[in-house]
């Protein structure tokens, strides 16, 4: 038999035919259908390709995986033809999860190809799934007073005065949901000359000081201003009526010098014009000396109710007080002089077994701010502590910013002069271990070091919101500047550095206390560093933070 002979057509035909089967190894294409699996091999250089419609701010995920072995790589285009993204099997093999988000309305595509062009590859995409981009939720409106909010007319106003009467204020109100934290809303009863008051308290510097400031309920006599504070906050404050214009502009974006350079003006004229809160009869920082008006004379004080007892600091009519001397030291070691009150017990003799000492800085700050005579009084008296002689230590004229932050000579005149005179004029221990040195901020940051110094003298520190963050001044000839580019541990890198010494330690600082500048300076950080040194060293450390700010 002759062998049939193709026509031309057939020949076509059989061409077309080897063609499409090439074709076929080298390209798939279908569109993606949400909840179909797809599982396929590909050969040798080929490519499947999906497609997809989509809408904008589509969020697309599915699923991608090969064989363990090979590796796929899925290119996503955009609808004009340009590619979006790109994934590989590989880097998600744990999870095979993909998800990439549509930026524009149309047909995306999808194409699959194996990184390999040798060999063939499998892979399995399924789980698609579609939805569109949720809008995030609006950020919860401030926090309101439920009694200010039910005020609607100057005639409720009127009437929410005579309810809360003379000594009304602050609101303190409970939040719903929220055990931790209580609303304390300021009121301030304004005239025709009011147009704003600021609420000044330790916390309202930072981060923005337009967050202090009230609002008037329209149409009344009335301005408010709602915070949110720890059960536990104490603090001073005082109230500012018609205060310097400030705008949250002032103080975005600003580095730390340039931030103080603006605040440093405005708290100074916010102590000018501020003014105890009319409402409130709780004061703080008041001397009994001080002649000016009850408007002016001190700070108004906030409790929380959950504010930790101080049940030392008031004075009690049963308690026998302590004597105060005041006298000027002389200074040959710095050259300049200073005021010492020193406080003697009761019961104080020369011929008694000798006493206990603190020294503690800043003066009558720490008589009039920090009660230590009335504070020592309760303690003897409750047998909490052994009868103390206190030298309350003045500071120079101008002086304070240089001698407190870890300035050697200060240290070595407390140890050098002025603890021999008391020894001499005073019957007090040579022991120690029964000395304490203390203060707070730049105080506390003085008694540490001059007990790192003269451990042989300064056995025990007292430290409160120590300034811990100090770093020595870029300058030397300039001690009272300071070096912001340093790292704040100057002070913890000390005790790092040195053998342990025969030095005992208190540290407390309030949660208030942050950097909000990313430098982690400030007090609280710090503080928690130095802390965790000090007991790595082996200190013995007693440490606290309370609820409140550096006041």
Known sequence: MRPRICPSECVFLIGLAVAATAFSQKSHAASLEPGTSYERTLNAGATDTYTLDLQKQAVVSFTLKDNGKDTIILTILGPQGDVRRAFSSELGRDSGTVRFLST????????????????????????????????????????????????????DVTAFWQEIGPNGGPLIETLKDDVKNMLVTFVWRGDSETTGVLVNYQGCMDPNPVDCVMTRLAGTDLWVKSLKFDRRFRTYYTLVPNPPAISREQFEGLSDG?????????????????????????????????????????????????????PWADKRTNVPAGKIEKQKFASALLKNSRDISIYTPPGYAKDAPPFDLLFVFDGDTYINVVPTPTTLDNLIADKRIAPTVAVIIGNAPGARNVELPCNPNFADFLNAELMPWVRRSYNVTTDPQRVIIGGSSYGGLAATFAAFRHPETFGNVL????????????DPSKPASLFSDAEPSYVAQLF?????????????????????????????VPNRHLRDVLRAKGYAVFYQEFRGGHD
């Open 104 to 155: 524009e309305s149309g047909t995306w595509t999808f194409k699959l190809s194996a990184k390999s062009k040798e060999s063939s590859a499998m892979y399995t995409l399924s789980g698609l799934k579609i939805a569109l981009l949720e809008s995030l939720p609006a950020a919860p409106p401030p926090e309101t007073s439920p009694r200010i909010g039910r005020l609607k007319n100057q005639q």
């Open 258 to 310: 340039q931030r103080m350079n603006v605040l440093m003006p405005l708290s100074q004229q916010l102590s000018l014009l501020g003014q105890r809160d009319p409402l409130n009869p709780k004061g703080a920082l008041e001397s009994p000396e001080d002649p000016d008006v009850l408007a002016h004379r001190g700070v108004s004080r906030l409790e929380l109710p959950d504010a930790p007892a101080q």
């Open 463 to 474: 430290s409160q919101s120590g300034s811990y963050w100090w770093t020595p001044p870029a």
């Open 496 to 524: 790092v550095n040195s053998p342990r010494l025969a030095v005992r330690f208190y540290l407390d600082a309030g949660t208030m206390e942050l950097d909000r500048t990313g430098r982690g300076s400030h007090v609280l």
